[in-house]
């Protein structure tokens, strides 16, 4: 009896807040994919997630209580803070009381996702409780390179303000116990200032295996939520500098494409553009392509769509941003040069997609990108 009541007592302690700046449902882009099944790896784990969601746009979702304890949801106060010259806004839009006064119920460890969820991280009541911050990005980097590519003044404005304030607001990470990185290059930057207690723990994912189709697909294939300004002008430069000169099909899909985007593809009757795409919809064009063509202009974290299109897709191309420290450069065909990219869509076009490129593919995915084995690192981070 007293072992078991010992046995008890240890799986109730296997408890984590975990703070995620957006509802993870569905995990249909980057940074809220790698939060999904980061609460289906430690469920499946027998860790009680108590999962604190931010809403701004997105409903409440009863499949998120199948991976977790509880479920919490906190308006977004999108204008808080908008003007601060201190607090960045994507901070100050996201400090709750409630959320503070839930953390405070017990002694869990906490998990904050992104520098976006960590208003309370130096909070002098949570001094003793263990806190690990998931950093999908360099914040500050993000922001500014965002900056550059915008067109509209008011958000270049907005882009340039918000990179300063997270620059200034970063060292609030001192306040963690671990900062968990996605990329080679995030740790060592971070490590710089932050020492040992930064730690890469790989992004998670839906993939149980590479599984790219053999042979041959009928269609280059990008990918990317298309609100996004990065990826609107990485569509862009698919069509105008590569695909125009092409006559080789190219389907774009994502979400919430601006409207320029299909005015630069209609004079071109091979480029075709997919809105909102549904999961399987999404599935089908990843299976059915022939080679994923995913350009960056922007070296920040590990995109998840580079995760998605090896695991998934047949011939991947990309530019050097989008395998910048991240260890996958030898599992794609990389090009920065628009001339020397189109040539190299001609010449994929015409190679199948081998079990040998699959079988190199599983050999370094699998083993980094274990689920199983990345929720147990994290757990060792948490204290569980």
């Known amino acids: ?18 703070i995620s700046f957006d509802v993870p449902y569905p995990p249909d882009y980057g940074g809220i994919m790698d939060t999904y099944y980061r609460c289906v790896a430690l469920t499946k784990m027998g860790v009680e997630v108590v999962l604190h969601c931010y809403q701004y746009g997105r409903p409440e979702r009863k499949e998120l209580e199948a991976v ?18 201190r607090t960045p806004h994507i901070v100050g839009s996201r400090k709750d009381p409630t959320l503070l006064a839930r953390l405070l119920e017990d002694d869990a460890p906490i998990l904050f996702e992104g520098l976006h969820t960590t208003a309370f991280l130096d909070h002098p009541d949570l001094a003793k409780r263990i806190k690990v911050v998931r950093m999908h990005n360099i914040e500050q980097d993000y922001y500014r390179k965002l900056g550059e590519q915008e067109s509209n003044p008011l958000k270049k404005i907005y882009c340039a303000l918000e990179a300063r304030r997270l620059t200034r607001f970063e060292p609030i990470l001192k306040h963690a116990d671990y ?3 996605v990329s080679e290059a995030d740790t060592f930057e971070l490590a710089t200032r932050y020492g040992d207690r930064v730690v890469e723990v790989a992004s998670f994912h839906p993939y149980d295996d590479v599984s790219g189709s053999l ?34 099909p190219l389907v774009i899909a994502g979400r919430n494409p601006f409207a320029s985007l299909n005015r630069a593809a209609k004079p071109f009757p091979w480029i075709r553009i997919i809105a ?16 994923l063509v995913i ?11 580079l995760l998605t299109s090896l695991f998934k897709g047949r011939h991947v191309l990309t530019t050097d941003e989008m395998v ?38 599983k050999a370094v995915l699998v083993p980094r990108f274990d689920n199983t084995a990345n929720a147990e690192k994290l757990i060792r981070l948490l204290g569980l």
Not at 68 to 85: C, D, H, I, N, Q
Not at 276 to 291: C, I
Not at 326 to 347: K, M, W, Y
């Open 1 to 18: 009896m007293p072992t078991e009541c010992c046995n008890l007592a240890a799986m109730v302690q296997r408890r984590v807040h975990l």
């Open 295 to 305: 350009p960056t202009f922007q070296a920040t974290g590990l995109k998840l769509k």
């Open 68 to 85: 977790s304890a509880e479920v919490y949801y906190y308006p977004r106060k999108k204008r808080t803070g908008l003007f601060s010259l």
């Open 215 to 248: 042979g041959k697909g009928a269609y280059a294939f990008y990918h990317a939520n298309l609100s996004v300004v990065e990826n609107h002008r990485a569509a862009l430069w698919l069509i105008q500098d590569v695909f125009d000169q092409l006559d080789y």
């Open 179 to 181: 900062i968990a990185t």
């Open 324 to 361: 910048r420290g991240t260890g996958l450069r030898s599992l794609c065909t990389v090009e920065n040069d628009p001339v020397i990219f189109r040539r190299q869509v001609a010449t994929f076009g015409e190679l199948p997609f081998t079990q040998a490129i699959r079988d190199l593919r």
């Open 276 to 291: 909102n795409p549904g999961q399987v919809e999404m599935e089908t064009l990843l299976r059915d392509a022939q080679m």
